[in-house]
């Protein structure tokens, strides 16, 4: 298991400004996932977070609005840059650590996001 | 989209009562997952099954998988009213992606 430390766990952001929010694991992990969850949605998939190496980010998502940071192996942090209403989200991290790849996600408490 | 469907959107049962929640999805997967979320917060993973089981058992939880017609479901036995919850099934197609189904809000009234 995994225990995962997401900060911070809300925030009321102004429009125009950015929110960097932090993802602390207890152990090391080659991938760290970022994911959004809107206000009474499923969760999607933000991009993929690996050390040494730039973001892969999905469909729909980009670097300068979605920054990433991915120090070393248990640490990652997400911005959500020039905020808008429309980026009033739970924001996730998570990581893999099931015997195989892709079995078992572990996440963070998420951090709820209400932009005004 | 990225994801597959879930029936129904929200369930409302008795303590006591037996909870069942389906899940289609639209590709071959290597396992599906289920997922529980509380009050918005961080998702704590349930069971797996992998594509070459049809069904699995993990105390009161019971889950089927149906390849044949990309479908999964998750039965919880004996309600309780801290069963609670959302849950979410997501797929996974071999690589390190795990892709989330939309959810069924379960209520479970004491």
């Known amino acids: 298991s995994a225990v995962i430390s997401q900060k911070p766990s809300r925030d009321i952001c102004q429009r125009g400004t950015s929110l960097t929010i932090q993802c602390q694991v207890d152990?090391?992990?080659?991938?760290m996932f970022w994911y959004r969850q809107q206000p009474g949605q499923s969760l999607t998939l933000i991009a993929t977070?690996?050390?040494?190496?730039?973001?892969?980010?999905e469909s729909g998502f980009v670097i300068d609005k979605f920054p990433i940071s991915r120090p070393n192996l248990t640490f990652s942090t997400l911005t959500v840059s020039n905020m808008s209403p429309e980026d009033s989200s739970i924001y996730l991290c998570?990581?893999?650590?099931?015997?195989?790849?892709?079995?078992?996600?572990?996440f963070g408490s998420g951090t709820q996001l209400s932009v005004l | 989209s990225q994801q597959g469907e879930e029936d129904p959107q929200a369930l409302s049962i008795q303590e006591g009562e037996n909870a069942t929640m389906n899940c289609s999805y639209k590709?071959?997967?290597?396992?599906l997952q289920w997922y529980r979320q509380n009050s918005g917060r961080g998702l704590v993973h349930l069971i797996l099954?992998?594509?070459?089981?049809r069904e699995k058992h993990s105390g009161r939880l019971r889950v089927t998988l149906d390849t044949s017609k990309k479908s999964s479901s998750l039965l919880i036995t004996a309600s309780r009213a801290a069963d609670t919850a959302s849950y979410f099934c997501?797929?996974?197609?071999?690589?390190?992606?795990?892709?989330f189904g939309a959810g069924t809000r379960l209520f479970v009234k004491a």
């Open positions: 099954i992998r594509s070459n089981e």
């Open positions: 998570s990581v893999d650590l099931g015997q195989g790849l892709g079995e078992k996600l572990f």
């Open positions: 977070a690996n050390q040494g190496s730039e973001a892969t980010y």
């Open positions: 152990s090391q992990v080659t991938m």
């Open positions: 590709t071959s997967i290597n396992n």
């Open positions: 997501a797929e996974n197609t071999g690589g390190f992606k795990t892709i």
